[in-house]
């Protein structure tokens, strides 16, 4: 399988999913980001800073798709889309039950 394909749910889920519902809930005034280094970033650099942070762990991925057995690759790749999964559907439930 090549690298692009593997990562399609983590860019769904993760890259796109959580970048958006995070931008959306945080662009209301209502929310705060709730991870202490990231509210500390984004209160330094802004909410933008979250793009060139999530293109960072591409490549970070990218290392791990290259470096890792197979085995560990698919550990990882299926964490960092369930994390993302549960990152849009709590961002979507805080937007949607406030």
Do not use: Q
Request: a positive charge; aromatic letters at 20%; one cysteine or more.
């Amino acid at each position: 399988m090549s690298f692009v394909r593997d990562i399609i749910p983590v860019l769904i889920l993760y890259i796109i999913g959580d970048t958006i519902t995070t931008f959306y809930a945080l662009g209301t005034g209502v929310f705060y980001e709730g991870n202490p280094i990231l509210f500390h970033l984004f209160k330094i650099y802004g909410y933008s800073f979250l793009i060139p942070l999530k293109l960072g762990f591409i490549f970070l991925l990218y290392h791990v798709y290259r470096n890792a057995d197979r085995y560990y690759w698919n550990i990882t790749r299926y964490s960092v889309s369930c994390i993302g999964l549960l990152a849009t559907a709590s961002n979507m439930m805080a937007v949607l039950c406030h």
